[in-house]
């Protein structure tokens, strides 16, 4: 069972604490397009690919089904190219927080 547990921090706190993820966030995206520049991309199984980002198959599918990953198929196997799946999900993190843009999407 997950607890929550709620801590009082001070609105500086809050703010340095979301300067910290944006830039983790930042970074992560560079690392992620250096990869997709690579010619190198190592190819994730569904099985593979649902562990790493901690989610169920059922999640991945929807996922794939829905456009926001893209997906390969070799003979009668669904593969997954890493570094796009890696560059697709920080491309989703930025334009869901862009400053000004539309809140709502």
Same mark, same amino acid.
């Given at each position: 069972?997950?607890? =929550? =547990?709620?801590?009082?921090?001070?609105? +500086? +706190?809050?703010?340095?604490?979301?300067?910290?993820?944006?830039? +983790?966030?930042?970074?992560?995206? +560079?690392?992620?397009?250096?990869?997709?520049?690579?010619?190198?991309?190592?190819?994730?199984?569904?099985?593979?690919? $649902?562990?790493?980002?901690?989610?169920?198959?059922?999640?991945?599918?929807?996922?794939?089904?829905? !456009?926001?990953?893209?997906?390969?198929? =070799? !003979? /009668?196997?669904?593969?997954?190219?890493?570094?796009?799946?890696?560059? $697709?999900?920080?491309?989703? /993190?930025?334009?869901?927080?862009?400053? !000004?843009? /539309?809140?709502?999407?």
């Amino acid at each position: 069972m997950k607890q =929550i =547990i709620l801590e009082s921090i001070t609105i +500086e +706190e809050l703010r340095q604490l979301i300067v910290e993820t944006f830039k +983790e966030l930042h970074s992560f995206k +560079e690392v992620a397009q250096k990869l997709t520049e690579d010619k190198e991309c190592k190819f994730l199984s569904r099985k593979e690919l $649902a562990k790493l980002l901690k989610i169920s198959l059922p999640t991945l599918h929807e996922w794939t089904k829905d !456009g926001l990953l893209k997906s390969y198929r =070799i !003979g /009668n196997r669904i593969l997954f190219k890493e570094c796009e799946v890696l560059l $697709a999900l920080t491309e989703r /993190n930025f334009t869901k927080f862009q400053r !000004g843009g /539309n809140h709502g999407a």
